[in-house]
């Protein structure tokens, strides 16, 4: 989960620290359309060099895809290290306090820099969150611009050549960052595409309603289209995002269900697996399920954060769901004709959460059998409805929660992952070892496998694997011929 990555210059990141240079994939890597724009902004020449440094989630690492892709097409030039570039730019997350606090200590690394000529910026949802007061704690900051307004980026940059001192872009209601013709994407086989912007839950811990603004839905068209274009380029796993996806709700006409979007984008010739990520346990329906069970292309693999055990946890939270209900919805994938793996995300120590209540999650955690866990300390975030709310418990012991709740979960996918070895699965080849022979990638539950494979070139392939080993993280196997 969140964890700071550079966008390379030239470089595309595989798992297992793999690498190929950019220009042999320069044209996988883009939509036709984005491809020539992106050349002939290469050609004309030096607007100037930037390195982007992206934290957060993985709707940040898609805006990031965004952000490079039309910078590119402008003539700005890549670079790998900030020392290189003319441009620095943050694309940042606040969604706990120790992800934004990471971005002012890297511009605190500026201070003493800031007549050296270069221009740096901040995007994503600190500079939404914080605006332009994000000029009063660093100075030497002369662009902030939040998610729905990248489109601006290349004006906003126009402004500053100008000599304007200071540009902001922080408009929350606009759909423009749907338009992806330019997106650059790191990864060559397996392309994310947002199909809702924004959250209109209102989770009382929770930032993104005031960073991302409302919901907004891209029409089913303009998705598939790209789908389409996308599968033409060779990229043949497609993640739907979002940061409550299947509260997807189609503009156009057609007016498609989101298992409708799923089963269409799974049509598209070409496309070999379909992803989605974040689900919301309140809008995850039966139809959902059916899908899955109805077509193997998509992946039987379902995100579905609960946050809590306890149901007065859960309404101090409002996230709109009791334990029970939850659990009908855990029950629904359960009964599903095709197993699916499940995963989670928990936030510990939320304010009055007491010890009793924090025991009815683990004992979630020992019922529904999650394949995986995230988990976090609660973090007060600003204006938030639970900021009001006393943030009493001491750090220790939510550290002490936390700890307790990854123990119990490592016990479970242990004693889960040692079951499926012999077991054989489809793995989408995504990583090299530095170590001979030895390839990874991902099931279509998104489990993690190392294997061993005398096979000369495997990545972006299919193949079969069968499990050998495991550990609570990760499977090990052997390319299955
Ligand atoms: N404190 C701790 N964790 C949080 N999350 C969201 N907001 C907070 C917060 N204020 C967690 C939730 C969410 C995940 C992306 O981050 O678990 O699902
Ligand atoms: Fe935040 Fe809740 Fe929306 Fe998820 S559903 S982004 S936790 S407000």
């Given at each position: 989960?969140?964890?700071?990555?550079?966008?390379?210059?030239?470089?595309?990141?595989?798992?297992?620290?793999?690498?190929?240079?950019?220009?042999?994939?320069?044209?996988?890597?883009?939509?036709?359309?984005?491809?020539?724009?992106?050349?002939?902004?290469?050609?004309?020449?030096?607007?100037?060099?930037?390195?982007?440094?992206?934290?957060?989630?993985?709707?940040?690492?898609?805006?990031?895809?965004?952000?490079?892709?039309?910078?590119?097409?402008?003539?700005?030039?890549?670079?790998?290290?900030?020392?290189?570039?003319?441009?620095?730019?943050?694309?940042?997350?606040?969604?706990?306090?120790?992800?934004?606090q990471k971005v002012f200590s890297r511009l605190g690394e500026y201070r003493e820099k800031q007549?050296?000529?270069?221009?740096?910026?901040?995007?994503?949802?600190?500079?939404?969150?914080?605006?332009?007061?994000?000029?009063?704690?660093?100075?030497?900051?002369?662009?902030?611009?939040?998610?729905?307004?990248?489109?601006?980026?290349?004006?906003?940059?126009?402004?500053?050549?100008?000599?304007?001192?200071?540009?902001?872009?922080?408009?929350?209601?606009?759909?423009?960052?749907?338009?992806?013709?330019?997106?650059?994407?790191?990864?060559?086989?397996?392309?994310?595409?947002?199909?809702?912007?924004?959250?209109?839950?209102?989770?009382?811990?929770?930032?993104?309603?005031?960073?991302?603004?409302?919901?907004?839905?891209?029409?089913?068209?303009?998705?598939?289209?790209?789908?389409?274009?996308?599968?033409?380029?060779?990229?043949?796993?497609?993640?739907?995002?979002?940061?409550?996806?299947?509260?997807?709700?189609?503009?156009?006409?057609?007016?498609?269900?989101?298992?409708?979007?799923?089963?269409?984008v799974a049509d598209v010739q070409g496309v070999r697996r379909v992803r989605f990520t974040t689900?919301?346990?309140?809008?995850?329906?039966?139809?959902?399920?059916?899908?899955?069970?109805?077509?193997?292309?998509?992946c039987d693999h379902v995100h579905l954060p609960v946050q809590s055990g306890s149901t007065r946890?859960?309404?101090?939270?409002?996230?709109?769901?009791?334990?029970?209900?939850?659990?009908?919805?855990?029950?629904?994938?359960?009964?599903?004709?095709?197993?699916?793996?499940?995963?989670?995300?928990?936030?510990?120590?939320?304010?009055?959460?007491?010890?009793?209540?924090?025991?009815?999650?683990?004992?979630?955690?020992?019922?529904?059998?999650?394949?995986?866990?995230?988990?976090?300390?609660?973090?007060?975030?600003?204006?938030?409805?639970?900021?009001?709310?006393?943030?009493?418990?001491?750090?220790?012991?939510?550290?002490?929660?936390?700890?307790?709740?990854?123990?119990?979960?490592?016990?479970?996918?242990?004693?889960?992952?040692?079951?499926?070895?012999?077991?054989?699965?489809?793995?989408?080849?995504?990583?090299?070892?530095?170590?001979?022979?030895?390839?990874?990638?991902?099931?279509?539950?998104?489990?993690?496998?190392?294997?061993?494979?005398?096979?000369?070139?495997?990545?972006?392939?299919?193949?079969?694997?069968?499990?050998?080993?495991?550990?609570?993280?990760?499977?090990?196997?052997?390319?299955?011929?």
């Open positions: 989960m969140p964890t700071a990555r550079q966008s390379r210059a030239g470089v595309i990141n595989c798992d297992l620290g793999m690498s190929k240079p950019f220009d042999i994939e320069l044209e996988r890597l883009t939509s036709q359309a984005s491809y020539s724009e992106i050349a002939r902004g290469v050609a004309a020449g030096q607007r100037g060099t930037f390195f982007l440094e992206t934290f957060g989630c993985q709707m940040n690492d898609h805006d990031s895809e965004k952000v490079a892709g039309l910078l590119l097409s402008r003539g700005y030039q890549q670079v790998e290290t900030p020392e290189a570039a003319s441009l620095i730019l943050y694309n940042t997350c606040s969604i706990r306090e120790k992800a934004a007549n050296e000529g270069k221009v740096i910026g901040v995007l994503g949802c600190v500079a939404q969150q914080e605006g332009e007061e994000i000029f009063e704690r660093a100075p030497w900051v002369s662009l902030v611009c939040g998610s729905a307004s990248y489109r601006k980026l290349p004006d906003m940059l126009t402004q500053l050549e100008a000599g304007n001192q200071r540009v902001t872009g922080l408009d929350t209601d606009t759909d423009a960052t749907f338009e992806t013709e330019v997106t650059r994407r790191d990864n060559p086989w397996r392309a994310y595409l947002t199909i809702i912007e924004g959250c209109d839950k209102a989770c009382s811990y929770c930032v993104v309603p005031f960073t991302r603004g409302p919901e907004r839905s891209r029409g089913s068209d303009s998705i598939l289209k790209e789908v389409r274009q996308l599968a033409e380029l060779g990229y043949s796993e497609v993640q739907l995002l979002g940061q409550t996806v299947n509260s997807y709700a189609d503009p156009t006409p057609r007016k498609m269900r989101f298992s409708e979007l799923l089963l269409a689900s919301h346990p309140s809008d995850f329906t039966p139809d959902i399920v059916e899908a899955i069970e109805e077509q193997p292309k998509i946890v859960l309404r101090a939270m409002q996230r709109t769901y009791s334990r029970e209900v939850y659990l009908e919805k855990i029950a629904m994938m359960r009964d599903a004709n095709r197993p699916i793996a499940i995963t989670t995300d928990i936030i510990v120590g939320f304010p009055g959460e007491t010890e009793f209540e924090f025991e009815e999650t683990l004992s979630l955690l020992d019922e529904v059998q999650y394949d995986n866990l995230f988990s976090f300390k609660y973090s007060p975030r600003p204006n938030t409805p639970s900021l009001s709310m006393s943030d009493s418990m001491s750090e220790e012991e939510k550290g002490r929660r936390l700890a307790v709740l990854q123990d119990r979960q490592r016990e479970i996918q242990s004693a889960k992952n040692a079951r499926l070895v012999g077991k054989r699965f489809e793995v989408l080849v995504s990583g090299k070892s530095r170590r001979e022979n030895q390839w990874s990638g991902y099931t279509t539950s998104h489990r993690m496998i190392n294997f061993a494979s005398q096979e000369r070139e495997l990545l972006g392939t299919y193949v079969q694997v069968r499990v050998t080993g495991a550990g609570p993280n990760s499977l090990l196997g052997d390319h299955a011929v």
